[in-house]
């Protein structure tokens, strides 16, 4: 186990030393202490590592992950693991907006509750949230899934595309184009193993499934109203 | 009426409104058809004031010109010395402004990156992400961080030269943007990770981010990403660049990069592109004054793009203090674009060469703003970038020469002081003398 004290060696020879990390490394354990909620820690990684964070992050840990899995043992800021690509994050406390954004691939868990626009524009990610979400998560969602095992806020899914959303508590709204869909066995799959690797204890037959109605996918002037 | 005239009475001349011209009345009508509001590409189509409104005086008694075919005149300009360990070094103040795979065929980019490659400078990417043909025929490749982040990915941002942050648009400050489904090819939906055939909305905000503080923590993360190598630029619209200038310094940028109203688009609302924002002339002045302000003058760099067209246009956006110009619109013309030998073909399409700008439907004849594999064939990317590197070097050449007769070694020595206005907003806007006199509006107060 390699330990960095952040306060003592700085964000970016912290940043460095992650990213001198290859593929064959054998320095597969890290732990960053001092965390103290700085920005940007642990961002662009690119190797099969496994970081912990002691503490609570600020904007952006784990942006651009690929291949690392990343615990956070706090809370984490806004744009926890925006745009990843694979690998696992897995916050321990709350996240705040915009958890996930524009993610392309691998496993963001939030064991808290996730603010406002979780899941935005995601394309590829899977997102798990034990408790609830705040408005306008998965707001033009592309592509993904989104689980949450609490309720969500206003406007869920505002212009989503063809990302799945899954939702266990109440949904205080629905965003333009989102409707409730029919949970199909595939979906029930898909809901089991996500729950299974996020270590939620839940059942996939007590959610309901969301997703684009489509009917906002080419423009006419018709639904102008909708935009 | 033929009465009166047969009778001999004077008759007067059928007399357009001003205020509901032809123009007008067709926009009536084809709205009243459709019930849709128009969409197209490009810049602004109205006049504004312009860079034709300044004029160079020259040297004289009191200053020294060089001589044009034995001295020298360097061109070359450094963007993005403030924080990255490596800037990109132009031999050309001229650069290729963002432009996407998607509104644009693949061969167009490539010619676009051939062109620039062999003048020696950048090219940018656009909405939509990075191609392999594209990172491979630029030698210097800025890569957009746009809202949509459609094909964004940390491998191709370290492949990169430089990371531009696109906060506006000149033609569109606060818009979004719009692909149609017609241009959506198989390759096209892939790299945005969307189904083919399908409209692709490109928001206005960033997903991640609100506000000048959070842009400071985005820059940060983008550089920590990239291990500070390369510079970030920052580029905004014209619409409020005094302020928008000064946050993006505080913010961290090494470069801003100033779109005015007359810069194009691939698709946005015709309101929207002759309405909001401001023309590129107005908006320099005040992006200096900011960087002048925060003693960040020339230390971060300026790009100003929006209606450059030559020469000419490069030397006054320079004087008025931009380190760089960016050409969109007018690359596409070099490579081809709305070329006359086209006529019959955009007189098909209702249009004629010149005034083509339905670029989101993607049937352009010339084969540039288009993913149709037959339309595309008509465009050889080896010519286009020949064309384009003869332009570029057309423009460098005749904004030396302009340079050389104000007795300038450098480009970057042009100075407001260097010209005059020919109309009363030039002069309020540049801030240089009404041509005749020392005043322009706003000097002494008045």
Known sequence: MQTIDLEAKGLRALNEQLHAQTADTNQTAWEIVNARGSHAIAVGLDAPIEVTVKGSTGYYCGG??????????????????ENMMSGTIVVDGDASQYAGATGH????????????????????????????????????????????????????????????????????????????KEMRPEHIEILKDLLERAGADAKPEEFTRYGSARNLYNFDVDNASAY | MKDQEHRGIPQTTPRQSATFSQDVNSDIRR??????????????????????DLLFMGASISRYPLEGYREKCETKVTLGTRFAKNPIELDIPITIAGMSFGALSGPAKEALGRGANAAGTSTTTGDGGMTPEERGH??????????????????DLRKADAIEIVVGQGAKPGGGGMLLGQKISDRVAE?????????QRSSCRHPDWTGPDDLEIKILELREITNWRVPIYVKIAGARPYFDTTLAIKAGADVVVLDGMQGGTAATQ??????????????????????QDMGMHREVQLVVSGGIRSGADVAKALALGADAVAIGTAALIALGDNDPRWEAEYNKLGTTAGAYDDWHEGRDPAGITTQDPELMARFDPVEGGRRLKNYLKVMTLEAQTIARACGKNHMHNLEPEDMVALTMEAAAMAQVPLAGTNWYPGKGGF
């Open chain 2, 31 to 52: 709205a009243a058809a459709t019930g849709i509001y128009d969409i197209r590409g490009g810049g602004a189509k109205r006049r504004v004031p312009n860079f034709d």
């Open chain 2, 270 to 291: 015709d309101v929207f592109i002759e309405h909001v924002g401001q023309p590129t002339l107005a908006c320099i002045r005040p992006a200096v004054q900011a960087l």
């Open chain 2, 191 to 199: 790299m945005r990770n969307l189904p083919k055939g399908i409209d």
């Open chain 2, 138 to 155: 630029s030698s210097k490749l800025v890569y957009q961080y746009l809202p949509s982040r459609y094909g964004m990915n940390p491998d």
């Open chain 1, 105 to 180: 691939g691998g496993l963001l868990v939030i064991k808290g509750n996730a603010s406002s626009r979780c899941g935005i524009s995601m394309k590829g990610i899977d997102i798990v949230v034990h408790g609830n979400i705040g408005h306008m998560s998965a707001f033009m969602a592309q592509s993904g899934n989104l689980v949450v095992l609490g309720d969500a806020g206003d406007a869920l899914g505002d212009s989503c595309y063809e990302a799945r959303l899954f939702v266990r508590g109440k949904v205080k709204s629905l965003g333009a184009d989102c409707e409730e």
């Open chain 1, 64 to 81: 651009m992950n690929k291949q690392a899995t990343i615990n956070v043992h706090g809370s984490a800021g806004p744009g926890v693991g």
